[in-house]
């Protein structure tokens, strides 16, 4: 794409690792993607802001900020391999956004590579109808060199020359085609029409003047089709092998022809939040998040085209060598300009847009200003993290003072991040090389939010936890190689919890403080959150499913209820951070429960209700017998994708040496979305057009709707998957894959937990 618009004047290749768009070291070492890379580049009088993405599990939280900026996408899958478990995880995280997606079937030379196979396994395991829009041409005396590709919209014949950079094509038109490929594009461009027709009115009564699929004007068949993906009602299909330079320039035209402009995508959600002062309770599930105690959320609309206001989000923190922090934002309001002060309504915190940056991967465009519906770069940013909401006057270099309350608070829905799994202590060479590590641990999870990093009282170690083992050998490299971090990491470990069984007493606690003169009384109860629990909680207390409530009415004539609630959440926290009394490890699924609080009538200020909440809730957890705690351990959602034969021995392995429970067998449930839905893209998968595959040599393989693989679903303890590639690779004859997604903690059994204490 970058070479055929002319943003470079050399095709990059994985293999060789001089890739544009993967240019970290560690990318272009294993021929994979990490990092999600931005670059703007123009075709056909389009800007277009294409992100490159990871497909790794591992780094899934770098999709998830992706999608999360994105007007539209394209869902790349390999024609040898259809569509896989990854590919559904992602289309559902697209779903959500409601991204309208074009699909482009990739790898079309390879032998076994099946274009008809694979567009029904996206009408059967996506559940969306499909528009095919161009189809494979295979030359050659045995028709199965793959050279082209027929455009059925515009009914012509579009050949590359062989072994070129892919800028020298022929075009063959609809008349001069061989009587084969005149017959596949009528058949490929009724299908076309009559699934258009379902959804637009026009494109029908232009048919019934015609009566002719085929006499339907290119422009009319483009307008029905551009408006009915971006409704999200079809998918249009386009093929190619990229590593051949085939098919490429069509599927630019597609993302200018059929994905939306910023202006035809719904401005996101946002909301102001504000002191809350009133009364209220809501019933949440075990794992809802709720907002932070003492605040209120209203709805905000943004617009697009305001002169008034500039807004934006931070999406992505990268570590440049020479530039420094650079912070990737997409502009959705207003006009953000060098330069100016903008407010970071997350924090508070004011900072000065020095140098304002296009990206084109690793290099950089200096710009004066960038309009909505763009992505910027903040060079030399301080304090901008992920997920952070940007606000700047619309005219003004430095207007955040004329800025109301509302759009002084605020944020666009925040990025959410997946809880970390594995854990490894990280610890600097010698004393000296301290200060360097806590620099660059710095740099680096601004750049990842999905790392975490906590400090173990007990161990005195300090520890980094991620999404997957992978995920925390990367940022070890990361660390030692880019950030030259003088560090030493230990072996990487499963994170496991404690939680408790059974209730406390009732604590009651009163305090005084001099200092402040402040004094308090209050009676705390903490109880155990078990799974699938619905909880009469205010709020979540952290990430770790650890729960507060607090009485209906706690009011005081000096002291407002917002600030008291405050307190309490402060007293709160250090309580269940103490760890619990196995191995001193995190509380998790605790449930604090402060029933009353009294404030004496003369007092000013609540910091007595914190102390008093913290040595309650800690006096409560004390009386907890040992024997009534209990561990935690993550437990995930596998999902092995096999050959009908490999299942029974790849069953017995995930249910007796791996002791997990078997969710279903046979057809894959991730992409399900009711019965009847199901039912239906079944049917149609199988009644769907589609050409012939020439690619599939054995004619049993051509009937075949999807792939045949079958899906072993599973929830298994994350421990009993570590190692677990090459033990399937043995079981399948190397032929099975498999997908790990956290599902939940849960409580180990008493001989569990004797090999975790052991191990831990």
């Not at 339907?216 to 408006?227: D, G, N, Q, T, V």
């Amino acid at each position: 794409m970058l070479y055929y618009s002319g943003l470079i004047n050399r095709i990059g290749d994985v293999d060789h690792g001089d890739t544009v768009t993967d240019y970290l070291p560690a990318e272009r070492d294993r021929g994979i993607t990490i990092q999600s890379a931005a670059v703007t580049f123009n075709w056909a009088g389009h800007k277009v802001n294409l992100i490159d993405t990871p497909g790794h599990a591992d780094f899934t939280f770098e999709v998830i900020r992706s999608i999360r900026v994105l007007d539209g996408a394209v869902t790349i899958l390999d024609g040898v391999a259809g569509v896989e478990a990854q590919t559904e995880k992602v289309w559902r995280q697209a779903n959500e956004s409601s991204i309208p997606r074009i699909v482009f079937v990739n790898k079309m030379d390879r032998p076994g590579a099946g274009f008809g196979r694979t567009v029904r396994e996206v009408v059967a395991k996506l559940n969306t109808k499909v528009g095919i829009v161009n189809l494979p041409y295979f030359a050659g005396s045995e028709g199965a060199d793959f050279a082209g590709v027929v455009d059925v919209v515009d009914q012509k014949l579009i050949q590359w020359k062989e072994n070129s950079d892919g800028k020298e094509v022929s075009v063959t038109d609809y008349a001069d085609l061989e009587e084969r490929l005149q017959q596949e594009v009528v058949a490929a461009r009724t299908a076309l029409v009559e699934t258009l027709c379902e959804m637009d009115e026009a494109l029908v009564e232009e048919y019934l003047e015609l009566e002719d699929y085929v006499a339907i004007p290119a422009s009319s068949i483009r307008r029905a089709l551009r408006k009915a993906t971006l409704e999200r009602s079809i998918v249009p299909v386009l093929c190619g092998a990229s590593f051949r330079n085939i098919g490429v320039q069509p599927l630019l035209e597609a993302i200018v022809s059929y994905l939306p402009s910023p202006a035809e995508r719904p401005p996101p959600t946002a909301v102001s939040k504000t002191q809350l002062d009133t009364k209220g309770k809501k019933k949440i599930k075990a794992k809802t998040a709720q907002m932070a105690a003492g605040e209120a959320e209203e709805a905000y609309e943004i617009d697009p085209d305001s002169k008034h206001i500039a807004c934006a989000l931070a999406f992505k923190v990268t570590n440049d060598p020479i530039r420094g922090i650079l912070v990737f934002v997409r502009v959705y309001a207003g006009r953000l300009q060098q330069n100016a002060v903008v407010l970071n309504t997350s924090n508070g915190q004011k900072e000065r847009i020095s140098r304002l940056l296009q990206m084109q991967a690793d290099k950089s465009v200096e710009v004066p200003e960038v309009e909505a519906g763009n992505i910027a770069v903040i060079m030399g940013s301080k304090e901008i993290r992920t997920g952070d909401t940007i606000v700047a006057h619309g005219s003004k270099k430095d207007g955040t003072n004329h800025l109301s309350t509302k759009e002084k608070t605020l944020q666009l829905n925040p990025i959410q991040v997946p809880p970390p799994v594995f854990f490894a202590s990280i610890e600097p060479q010698t004393l000296a090389d301290k200060r360097g590590m806590d620099e660059a641990l710095d740099i680096l999870l601004r750049e990842d939010p999905s790392l975490q990093l906590t400090f173990d009282q007990d161990s005195s170690q300090t520890l980094i936890s991620g999404m997957g083992e992978l995920h925390l050998d990367i940022a070890k490299d990361r660390l030692i190689n880019s950030l030259k971090a003088k560090i030493e990491m230990g072996r990487i470990q499963v994170s496991y919890k404690e939680t408790i069984q059974s209730p406390s007493v009732e604590v009651e606690k009163a305090v005084s403080l001099e200092d402040s003169g402040s004094s308090a009384s209050v009676k705390v109860s903490v109880s155990p959150v078990f799974e699938d629990d619905e909880v009469d909680a205010t709020e979540l207390l952290d990430t770790e499913n650890n729960h507060l409530s607090y009485p209906e009415t706690v009011e005081h004539k000096f002291i407002s209820r917002a600030d008291i609630i405050h307190a309490i959440r402060i007293g709160a926290v250090p309580a269940v951070a103490k760890g619990g009394k196995l191995a001193r490890l995190p509380l998790h699924s605790v449930h604090i429960n402060v029933s009353s609080v009294e404030i004496p009538d003369d007092v000013l200020d609540a910091s007595a209700v914190s102390t008093a909440v913290r040595l309650a809730a800690e006096e409560a957890l004390e009386s907890i017998a040992k024997t009534d705690f209990a561990l935690m351990e993550p437990v995930m959602d596998v999902r092995v994708i096999l050959n009908e034969e490999d299942i029974g021995q790849v069953v017995n392995d995930m249910s007796g040496n791996r002791r997990g429970n078997i969710v279903s067998l046979g057809e894959d449930d991730s992409h399900i979305a009711n019965s009847e839905a199901d039912t239906y893209f079944k049917k149609l998968a199988e009644e769907v057009y589609v050409p012939k595959d020439y690619t599939m040599y054995l004619s049993k393989h051509e009937s075949r709707t999807t792939s045949q693989q079958s899906i072993v679903h599973a929830r298994v303890a994350l421990a009993m998957m570590r190692g677990y590639l090459p033990t399937l690779r043995s079981l399948t004859q190397g032929r099975g894959t498999y997908l790990l997604d956290f599902y939940r903690y849960e409580r180990v059994t008493p001989d569990r937990a004797d090999e975790i204490l052991n191990e831990i």
